[in-house]
């Protein structure tokens, strides 16, 4: 059985930071391209970051510079570094696992920024 599940979301003042982490288990985790998608009310789901199985990174322009995913295959975790944290950060987090047709999602963890 395929799991990721999301943990560190919360409540964050502006300019502040998160790191979320992605637990996967069920799956050869180190061949898996891996991202954090967000969505937040009343918008549709948007790609945040991804990282590939050779380690190469992609970000939306909105959070460059401020974010940053990584990989622990050994651990079998994904992770994502959130600085600088801005109100239209606000969102629920996404963890993707994608290898060829093969594509699993966490449940989500809330991000909330706010003074």
């Known amino acids: 059985q395929v799991q990721l599940v999301e943990s560190g979301g919360g409540l964050v003042q502006p300019g502040g930071s998160l790191r979320l982490s992605c637990a996967a288990s069920g799956i050869r985790f180190s061949i898996y391209t891996l991202g954090w998608y967000r969505q937040a009310p009343g918008k549709q789901r948007e790609l945040v970051a991804t990282i590939t199985s050779g380690g190469s990174t992609n970000y939306v322009d909105s959070v460059k510079g401020r974010f940053t995913i990584s990989r622990d295959n050994a651990k079998t975790s994904v992770y994502l570094q959130m600085n600088s944290l801005k109100p239209e950060d606000t969102a629920v987090y996404y963890c993707?696992?994608?290898?060829?047709?093969?594509?699993?999602w966490g449940q989500g963890t809330q991000v909330t920024v706010s003074s």
């Open positions: 993707n696992a994608y290898w060829t047709g093969y594509n699993y």
